[in-house]
């Protein structure tokens, strides 16, 4: 596949609703617009939303395409595909699956969104991720530049249809980490309402991100879900119904107070 093809299941998403409401997602870090499955078309037809899902930069097509990307590259993306958005419509949301809610909060700190809500946030990760310099001392090891993501079997059959890529650069780790590091001084200026829902056995995001971030996060308006389920695809799981939900109420009482 050259570089430059997009796969049919990776293309970016765009609904057009009637609401004057309108929210921009992020997906995930070797994920595709279709890290949220049905929630696009779910927000558009029940609520008249309008809903654009971007594919980030290095994305839909292979994974050594990531390689030389920083977060500039996919916050300038984010950033090009939200301006447009707050110009012409009156309710702006955001939103972020896993490394996209990071890029989502960092937009929420500087641009006047609605409400922002993010899903599996990797706002603390698991041992040794967690461990400063980690990625320097990987890098130094004989291994191959890439590594599998180590998926179920489970999470692949119920993420069936969804386009990612089942490896990552080994240097996802640290990108993950900077995003971090700029959270922890971006949080408090994030001031619209937040919604985050979490994992209690997810396989990235570390279980206590939720409590950490709630810290931070200079928001009145507040809250945490979360779900009783292993892995991290939760759109893909017999829980998104309920994820659905409550992130369309969620824009509701956003845009009622």
């Known amino acids: 596949m050259a570089k430059k093809d997009i796969h049919p299941s990776a293309q970016s998403v765009a609904l057009v609703g009637d609401s004057g409401a309108a929210v921009l997602l992020i997906h995930g870090y070797t994920g595709s617009p279709t890290d949220f499955?049905?929630?696009?078309?779910?927000?558009?037809e029940n609520y008249g939303i309008s809903v654009f899902v971007p594919l980030l930069p290095g994305h839909g097509t292979q994974v050594e395409d990531l390689v030389g990307l920083t977060k500039d590259d996919f916050i300038k993306v984010a950033k090009q595909a939200l301006e447009p958005l707050l110009a012409k419509y009156d309710e702006v949301f955001i939103g972020g699956h896993s490394f996209g809610g990071q890029v989502a909060l960092h937009l929420a700190a500087r641009y006047p969104a609605l409400g922002v809500f993010t899903t599996t946030l990797p706002y603390k990760l698991f041992f040794p991720f967690d461990i400063p310099f980690f990625y320097e001392l990987y890098s130094l090891l004989p291994v191959n530049k890439f590594s599998d993501k180590?998926?179920?079997?489970?999470e692949l059959e119920r993420r069936r249809g969804a386009f990612f890529y089942s490896s990552m650069p080994a240097y996802s780790v640290k990108l993950l980490n900077e995003m971090n590091k700029d959270l922890k001084k971006?949080?408090?200026?994030?001031?619209?309402?937040?919604?985050s829902i979490f994992l209690k056995e997810d396989t990235v995001s570390h279980p206590k991100s939720g409590s950490e971030v709630m810290k931070l996060v200079g928001s009145d308006i507040k809250k945490t879900i979360m779900l009783d389920q292993s892995g991290h695809g939760l759109f893909y799981s017999e829980n998104a119904p309920r994820i659905y939900n409550e992130i369309a109420e969620f824009f509701k009482f956003c845009i009622i107070n």
């Open 37 to 44: 499955n049905k929630l696009p078309k779910f927000l558009n």
């Open 150 to 154: 180590g998926l179920s079997k489970e």
């Open 186 to 195: 971006l949080l408090p200026l994030v001031k619209c309402p937040f919604l």
